[in-house]
């Protein structure tokens, strides 16, 4: 692994001015399952200068909960989450999406700030020393250009949303559909922000998030749902264990008796970003939700897919995900 | 000579198994290789080296953590329990998994009993279900899976007659 310089950060202040020192070449380091996977298989044309660990400040990890919010410290650990039980009842979808991230060792590890953030795993990008490299990590070689190597590559886990002509990588987090159902909130050193706001847009599909270079997400808040709501997770993934999702969902269905009354779906790992399938969303509120409703609502949510030429299973994978999930929120409670 | 550039090389205190351990770490060296490579504990094996196999799990303040994935440098001033202690201590966890022989080449076992270790910690009387999803984390390329849930179980009742 190539060398690079390591900063125990005592307060925030102290972190983000070694971040900013170092102009963009520093990481903040917290789990680091994510990060400390790429410096060993030296994925990046430039690797990080200096890593900024954060676990050294004080606060920013637990959970509490507030008047009509939940407080989740960045640092807080995902199995923590899965085990709080205030998250298992009134925030179901958050548990249920803690608890599959990886294995219980990486849970025990990873942070929920973490897996926000956290990078690609699109095959090429992840291939080691930098074999493809590909137009998410930018600055051609001269003579070189600059192609996602998934466009006519293996692309079965990739986009069903995207453009060719950009990158086709998903965003792979477990956590994030559930927390954007859930109308969570990042509160960072710079701002306080949506997470569904976090995602560039889409002439930029090779950024994770908007997150800057010198910014650190100190705490998750989630708005406490309605009584009446009900939410539910689930991750279609080749193994139970370690494997990230193939297509994950999350929804949060507020049911008055039978009916709908206000409904948030979201799907992960089909397009560059978490994908809101706002179509889905629609003609669900006001309706009773039997089983008929939400079939047609996964086919909604897939509404304007593309397919690559090996990816056309994960469609169908999408539509019965939200099918599936809708039935699981309307069971639930 | 060691070098103290700022950010570089540092001098850490590891708390392993009760002892402090003072030594000079680079920050790109993971704990892994720390314990087993430098220090001589030679328990905490090697397979994956990316946080994906469970055979280097070692303790850290009570929770099971895969060691290849972190860095040596975060680890100072946490306590570290690795499997020569659980031995040490005769925990029923080593007779019962001889007794069930639940390991064919071996590689993997120290992984999976420091799990099983963590896991006794924190739940004396695990059911099935609770010790399969403990040992999620854990690969054994033998396919020793099922003898695993049998040591786990009877290493619990052990501990409860002990206790009684
Ligand atoms: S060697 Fe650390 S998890 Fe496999
Ligand atoms: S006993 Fe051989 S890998 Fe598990």
Known sequence: MRRFKHFDASSLDEAVSLLARFEGRAKVIAGGTDIVGTLKDSVLPEPYEALVNIKTIPGLEGIRNGAGVLKIGALTRLEDIAHNETVQTKYAALAQAARVVATPHIREMGTIAGNICQNTRCWYYRCAHNRFHCVRKGHAAPGQSLECFASDGDNRYHSIFGDVKDCLAVNPSDTIPALIALGATLKTTKRSIA????????????????????????????????????????????????????????????????VVKDCHICLNAVHYKPYVPERAEALLEGEPLTDEQAATAGEAAVWGAKPLPMNSYKITMAKGLVKKILIACREAG | MPDFEEGGAREVTLKINGDDFRILVEPRENLREVLHDRLGFTGTKEMCDRGACGSCTVIMDGRPVVSCMMLAVEAGGHDIETVEDIERKQHPLIETYADHNAMQCGYCTPGFVVTAKALLDRNPDPDEEAIKSALEGNICRCGTYPAHIWAIQAAANRLKTREA
């Open chain 1, 195 to 258: 997470v569904k706001d976090i995602f560039p847009p889409s002439d930029e599909p090779t950024k994770m998030t908007i997150i800057d270079s010198d910014e650190i997400v100190i705490e998750v808040e989630i708005p406490e749902p309605q009584a009446s709501s009900r939410s539910a997770y689930h991750k279609v993934a080749i193994r139970k264990s370690i494997d990230f999702p193939i297509v994950n969902c999350a929804a949060v269905v507020d049911f008055e008796g039978d």
